[in-house]
């Protein structure tokens, strides 16, 4: 959606269906789930002006915790910030295709200077990182989607610390934010080869192990690029 043409107006809740103040999260907790669902969904199309009163009748909250839930998503880069207002963020297939190359680019780096510079300590956190991720199979059970996302991004959070480098982790920090996975599952409405996924960060690990620089890069920017949509095929997308 263009962003010149009418806003697209969100749906409030139905009579009765209002989350009570008092009663679950914080509002600004509320909030932000709330609305990342919504994005993630589909329910809040890119290009949607991100009213903050519509959204706090929609979330059962105030302005103010809506506030802070916009300012979380434009951090993560699901709502994008234009003139002091906010619009939902555009996942076309050219858009996600940018978001894995830019992540294999900034990853393929950080692993050539993690491998100089990663401790003992940490390979050995990344190793139990490993088999705690075999634990889950294909991770289709309850709750283990989840649990692997929260994994593996913290594989990837091990290598960028082991970089020693302020500059990069700052340089990561936004595109980071929103997990790959996350995109693929949600966004493209695609399915994460777990096994697969982990069979390629013990590759990394080894490579690390054996400080080769050139061989932790090749197998991080395969890692991601492998991983990487064919197509968005989520209903209103763009190609």
């Known amino acids: 959606m263009s962003l010149d043409q009418p806003d697209v107006q969100v749906a409030e809740p139905e009579p009765g269906l209002e989350v009570s103040p008092e009663a679950g999260p914080k509002p600004a907790e509320r909030a932000y789930e709330t609305i990342r669902s919504a994005i993630l969904s589909g329910e809040l199309a890119a290009g949607t002006h991100l009213r903050e009163e519509p959204l706090a009748r929609m979330t059962g909250t105030s302005r103010t915790p809506v506030r802070e839930a916009l300012h979380r998503l434009t951090a993560e880069g699901l709502a994008l910030a234009q003139n002091r207002h906010r619009y939902v963020a555009d996942f076309s297939f050219h858009e996600v295709a940018v978001i894995f190359e830019l992540r294999a680019r900034l990853e393929s780096y950080a ?6 510079r990663i401790t003992l300590e940490e ?59 996350t995109i693929k599952r949600f966004v493209c409405e ?31 920017k395969s890692h991601i690029i492998s991983t990487k949509p064919n197509a968005v095929v989520r209903r209103g997308l763009g190609a």
Do not use: C, Y
């Not at 283990?144 to 700052?170: K, M, W």
């Not at 192990?209 to 991080?220: K, L, Q, T």
């Open 123 to 181: 390979l050995d956190r990344m190793k139990g990182l490993v088999e705690a991720i075999d634990a889950l199979g294909d991770a289709s059970g309850e709750g283990e989607p989840e649990r692997f996302f929260d994994l593996n991004a913290r594989f990837h959070e091990v290598i960028i610390g082991a970089t020693r480098s302020s500059q990069l982790r700052a340089l990561t920090a936004q595109a980071f934010a929103l997990p790959l996975v």
């Open 111 to 116: 692993a050539t200077l993690a491998a100089t």
């Open 190 to 220: 695609q399915e994460i080869n777990v096994q697969r996924s982990n069979a390629q960060h013990r590759d990394i690990v080894t490579a690390l192990e054996r400080r080769d620089a050139e061989w932790a890069a090749a197998a991080m």
